[in-house]
């Protein structure tokens, strides 16, 4: 197995609802399927998929999915565009889990829930710079 993550699916009861809440991030789907939403990302896609789909398609009761002890993190190239970031997302509807602040080990990071509770870090790590072209993330940077 390659060292890499493809598609990420973020199961939804309303798709269309948090695929909004996307959209108000300013990002832009690149196709809308029965129960799915796709917006591509550099290197990956996210699909958001009915929860009761993705359910079905792994053989399990709706309920048994819950959320898991995870984040999506998001890096970006200040402290400043971590709080900006963090006040675009509670403007479309994000509930701030923790307000974007320096954290102990030289960053500066903030947490929130989108709308169906998926959790995400909004982060700017100074030891680990994105790439200048197109902003994308590597440990350590590049």
């Keep these: 197995m390659d060292h890499r993550i493809s598609l990420i699916t973020l199961a939804a009861r309303d798709p269309e609802a948090l695929a909004g809440f996307y959209e108000a991030l300013g990002w832009q789907r690149v196709e809308t399927v029965p129960g799915m939403v796709v917006f591509d990302l550099l290197g990956q896609a996210i699909g958001i998929y009915s929860r009761e789909a993705l359910a079905e398609d792994m053989g399990v009761a709706p309920d048994t999915l819950g959320h898991g002890a995870m984040t999506l993190a998001h890096n970006v190239g200040s402290a400043e565009d971590v709080d900006a970031l963090m006040a675009k997302a509670e403007a479309a509807g994000a509930k701030i889990l923790r307000p974007g602040g320096p954290v102990h080990w030289g960053g500066h990071i903030g947490y929130f829930a989108d709308p169906e509770g998926h959790v995400w870090?909004?982060?700017?790590?100074?030891?680990?710079?994105?790439?200048?072209?197109?902003?994308?993330?590597?440990w350590r940077g590049y």
């Design 121 to 138: 870090e909004i982060a700017h790590n100074p030891f680990s710079p994105l790439r200048a072209e197109d902003g994308a993330f590597r």
